[in-house]
């Protein structure tokens, strides 16, 4: 399956992005869909799933209250909904399958599938 990001780009602190990712050459509804985040100098860093199976969702402490994954299988695309966004949030935010687990998860290595990234970059 192949997963491409986009949504991103630059905004004020307090502001608000929607990342989309769509997939294309897998059957979207088999995989659970997560979104991680690498800022620069730091290690890649989980920030929200969503299942295959439930639609259970899981996010990260620092972006809980603020942004929202969902998806919309009939589209083939999986959204993440950021808002009130903080100058710690500018990463290169990239999408991620799963066939491996039905339910949300935030290990990356039970992710099989990788977009190429976006880049957020929030300004205070």
């Known amino acids: 399956v192949q997963l491409q990001a986009s949504g991103g780009g630059l905004v004020q602190a307090g502001g608000s992005l929607r990342l989309s990712c769509a997939a294309s050459g897998g059957t979207f509804s088999s995989y659970t869909m997560g979104w991680f985040r690498r800022a620069p100098g730091k290690e890649r860093e989980f920030v929200a799933a969503?299942?295959?199976?439930?639609?259970?969702?899981k996010y990260a402490d620092f972006v809980k209250g603020r942004f929202s994954i969902s998806r919309d299988n009939a589209k083939n695309t999986v959204y993440l909904q950021m808002n009130s966004l903080k100058p710690e949030d500018t990463a290169v935010y990239y999408c991620?399958?799963?066939?491996?687990?039905?339910?949300?998860?935030?290990?990356?290595?039970?992710?099989?599938?990788w977009g190429q990234g976006t880049q957020v970059t929030v300004s205070s």
């Open positions: 969503i299942g295959r199976s439930d639609g259970s969702t």
């Open positions: 991620a399958a799963s066939p491996r687990v039905g339910y949300s998860t935030s290990y990356p290595s039970l992710y099989d599938y």
